[in-house]
Nanobody, 124 residues
Framework: QVHLVESGGGSVQAGGSRRLSCGAS????????MAWFRQAPGKEREGVAG???????NYSDSVKGRFTISKDNAKDFLYLQMNSLKPEDTAMYYC??????????????????WGQGTQVTVSS
């Protein structure tokens, strides 16, 4: 059974940094892509950053230059380093993975496995 468990959320002031982690287990085949999504109250879930099994990355325009996605294949962990945080980054952040996703897609419908989420709150 696949499990994705996020950690690292919390409260931070604007301009600060936060590092999210996602531990993955139970995959019969290694995911072809993993990604971070976020969802703020009253808004649709949006893709933030993705990475494929070749290490290619994909970022939304809203976080490009501020967030960095990476993964540790040996430990089956996915990370999101978030710098220069803004109040509009406040959201529940979710880790997602799948074994049949094209190049680091940021489309939520492409992913079949999701974590429970970790809340990030950025205060001004």
């Amino acid at each position: 059974q696949v499990h994705l468990v996020e950690s690292g959320g919390g409260s931070v002031q604007a301009g600060g940094s936060r590092r999210l982690s996602c531990g993955a287990s139970g995959f019969a085949y290694s995911p072809t892509s993993m990604a971070w999504f976020r969802q703020a109250p009253g808004k649709e879930r949006e893709g933030v950053a993705g990475i494929d099994d070749s290490g290619n990355t994909n970022y939304s325009d809203s976080v490009k230059g501020r967030f960095t996605i990476s993964k540790d294949n040996a430990k089956d962990f996915l990370y999101l380093q978030m710098n220069s945080l803004k109040p509009e980054d406040t959201a529940m952040y979710y880790c997602a993975a799948d074994s049949s996703v094209d190049w680091a897609s940021l489309a939520p419908a492409a992913y079949g496995y999701w974590g429970q989420g970790t809340q990030v709150t950025v205060s001004s």
